[in-house]
């Protein structure tokens, strides 16, 4: 019986690759999905060799059937664009297709993403089987999302793409003195005198070229996901979605620009060596929902092991089941793995699968399957619910691709130090938004929140500098760390002193910087402790609002005595000057007093364990509490309360086996 797919519901499902099969395996396939209780499959993206064997010849009637076969038993279907994965024909027929690596060297057939996206003949393919796709599956009730190619990836340096970068350029410069100037291009002559003779950056470059560059790609990857995004927006039925599978903080292009044209977004959940950790995966989590502030898909995650890192262990038994509520807890409407079963060739032939090369369950569907039956118990509770915080962090891919292009410390990693915010934030069980920091136009999109963090945010425009500002002398709390507020959005140094344009609301300027080959002491108030890899040297330039938290002790000379921490006061608000990289038993005491002051308090759970809430549209509270480690933990509840995963009711306090979840809302 077909379902009625608009219903909201949590989604449960597998990539499925009907074309590595004999059609008479099908069924087999689809009622193992069935007794797993998944209700979803993600197909085709990456079979264009089957959907357009030859040139113009569209063969999609195999793809109807899967996903009617598919419908019959309950799942919905998630269609894939295939241009991930050019076929043959495509690649050897059409000069233009294959990218160019940084050293000249076109790229091969036969992995994926080998396609420039400025080619004009990969473009009008890809128009033809989109076009053809959203034709015959657009309107088709059984289809209930799409999502354009895989993983975008792909950095192209021919020289279309160069003349291309040349053009943009002209386009957002106007004139090259214009550029020359914002660049400093005097510096080693490399002045401009016409635009054939910018160059695409290889290595190490000019800062505002560079910067340029990354802008470059993430427009005409945009575009070239536009081509795609705009017909199937001709042929969707309303309540269809598009999506994109982001890789977390894989940073080649700016996902936030990339974002305003789908609908949702995903991510691919994958560990590789080693085990979850769930405080780093609850930032990515909060990342991907942030690239358009809303609930999103786990589009793909592994199921037990992957093919492709160091050791490829196996997830405890237990643990992939966590890995999947805690996606639920942060906002994910649709936890899906990758892959069904193992294909006898290509390349991933050890990879985690539901089903092995045998077409029989691995001992790893049974976990799937109990995860399946506990989505089908709350997917009605569960459904329109979203995660609401009063604490936000900021990202910035364009200072982080800044700072990674000039670290000055080795170690120096922004998304290390970004975690080094989240981590304890997260350990407190206080829920956070990750907003995009290049993004925002004003102080209104910051008003829910009482706290902002904004680790190393290098680049501080005009624009965002006016909404912090509102944003504080409104009342807000926001945290400025080491590296912030240094340069300008040519990615130049600011003509003034850090945290530039908002350092009369710090209260105090950067004297200089240090990169520390060792770690320097620390002492405030409410701890002492040491700074790591990083120091920076305060001049207080306020007389007035500003309290020392905490100062470096004897060291280098000098940064002796000198002011590390401090906090101003500004309107109603206040802003925080991080000058250290605070060793993490200093870090988490700072956090806390932050968010004190904020009057936020924490949810102290046992190690361990994550503490998360959804809202329901109507105001109700669903509370999800996992235990992330393999021993039995017990914490106290403040109310009785309805546990809906095993069906009782339970009082005073919980007691969570290891990896136990449970999923409770309050009762009387
Ligand atoms: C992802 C990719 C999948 C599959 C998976 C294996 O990056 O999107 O198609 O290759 O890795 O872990």
Redesign the pocket.
């Known amino acids: 019986m077909t379902d009625n797919f608009s219903t909201p519901r949590l989604y449960l499902g597998s ?1 499925y690759y009907p074309e590595h099969w004999p059609e008479d395996r099908w069924p087999a396939d689809i009622r193992l999905m069935k007794e797993a209780n998944l209700n979803v499959a993600r197909l085709a ?2 079979a264009w060799s089957t959907m357009e064997p030859a040139e113009g010849d569209i063969q999609l009637d195999w793809l109807e059937r899967a996903v009617d076969l598919l419908a019959e038993n309950g799942i919905a279907s998630v269609l894939g664009t295939p241009t ?1 994965a050019p076929p043959a024909w495509l690649t050897s027929g059409y000069a233009d297709v294959f990218a160019i690596d940084e050293w000249g060297r076109p790229v091969q057939h036969g992995n ?1 993403c080998h396609y420039c996206p400025t080619s004009p003949s990969m473009i009008a393919a890809s128009v033809r089987i989109v076009r053809a796709m959203a034709e015959r599956f657009g309107q088709n009730p059984k289809v209930i999302g799409w999502q354009t190619d ?2 975008f990836s792909r950095t192209c340096y021919c020289d279309r793409c160069r003349q291309l970068f040349q053009q943009f350029l002209a386009r957002r410069y106007g004139t090259l003195d214009a550029l020359n100037q914002h660049w400093s291009t005097a510096y080693w002559s490399q002045t401009y005198n016409n635009w054939d003779q910018i160059p695409i950056p290889i290595g190490g470059h000019n800062p505002g070229l560079m910067l340029e560059f990354k802008r470059f790609i993430t427009a005409t990857n945009r575009q070239f996901q536009k081509y795609q995004v705009d017909i199937l927006r001709q042929h969707l039925l309303p309540g269809v979605w598009i999506t994109h ?1 982001y ?1 977390g903080w894989f940073d080649g292009f700016d996902h936030y620009d990339f974002s305003e044209d789908l609908d949702m977004v995903s991510w ?1 959940y ?1 560990v590789g060596t080693g085990h979850h950790d769930y405080l780093s995966h609850g930032a990515i989590h909060d990342l991907t929902r942030g690239f358009k502030q809303k609930n999103y898909w786990v589009m ?1 995650t ?1 199921p037990g092991c ?3 890192s160091g050791i490829n262990n196996m997830l405890n038994k237990g643990e992939a089941r966590v890995m999947a509520w805690q996606g639920v807890a942060h906002g994910a409407d649709g936890i899906l793995y ?2 069904w079963r193992s294909a006898l060739g290509g ?2 032939q050890y ?1 985690g699968t539901l089903v092995d090369q045998s077409g029989q369950p691995r001992p790893f569907y049974e976990e799937v399957q109990q995860l399946g039956k506990e989505f089908t118990v709350v997917s009605n509770l569960i459904a329109g619910s979203v995660p609401k915080a009063r604490v936000a962090m900021l990202n910035s891919y364009e200072s982080r691709w800044s700072i990674h292009w000039q670290r000055h410390h080795r170690d120096f990693d922004y998304v290390q130090h970004f975690n080094h915010y989240y981590r304890p934030l997260a350990e407190m069980n206080y829920p956070v938004d990750i907003l995009s920091a290049d993004h925002i136009r004003d102080a209104n999109e910051l008003s829910q929140y009482k706290v902002i963090f904004a680790p190393a945010l290098l680049i501080i425009t005009d624009k965002l500098a006016e909404a912090l500002k509102a944003y504080i002398s409104r009342g807000g709390h926001l945290v400025l760390t080491i590296r912030c507020g240094m340069k300008d959005s040519y990615n130049a140094l600011l003509p003034m002193r850090q945290p530039g344009l908002i350092r009369e609301l710090a209260g105090v300027e950067v004297e200089d910087f240090y990169a520390l080959d060792e770690p320097v002491p620390i002492k405030g108030p409410r701890f002492s402790g040491q700074s790591i890899q990083w120091a920076e040297h305060l001049h207080q330039i306020s007389k007035l609002k500003l309290s020392v938290l905490a100062r470096f002790e004897q060291c280098n000379g000098w940064l002796d005595d000198q002011l590390a921490i401090v906090v101003n006061g500004y309107g109603q608000g206040v802003i925080y000057y991080v000058g250290a990289y605070l060793d993490d038993k200093s870090q988490n005491s700072l956090v806390d007093t932050i968010l004190r002051t904020a009057l936020l308090t924490p949810l102290i759970t046992p190690k361990g364990v994550e503490h998360h809430t959804r809202t329901t549209p109507e105001g109700a509270e669903i509370h999800f509490v996992i235990n992330h480690e393999r021993e039995e933990k017990v914490l106290p509840i403040p109310w009785p309360a309805w546990d809906h995963l095993a069906g009782q009711r339970i009082e005073k306090y919980i007691k969570l086996p290891p990896y136990g979840v449970v999923v409770l809302t309050q009762t009387t």
């Open positions: 990539a993206e990456f991930a994926r895989n993983e599978n890789m691919d994958y793909e592994q992957v093919n492709w990758w892959q390349q991933e990879h």
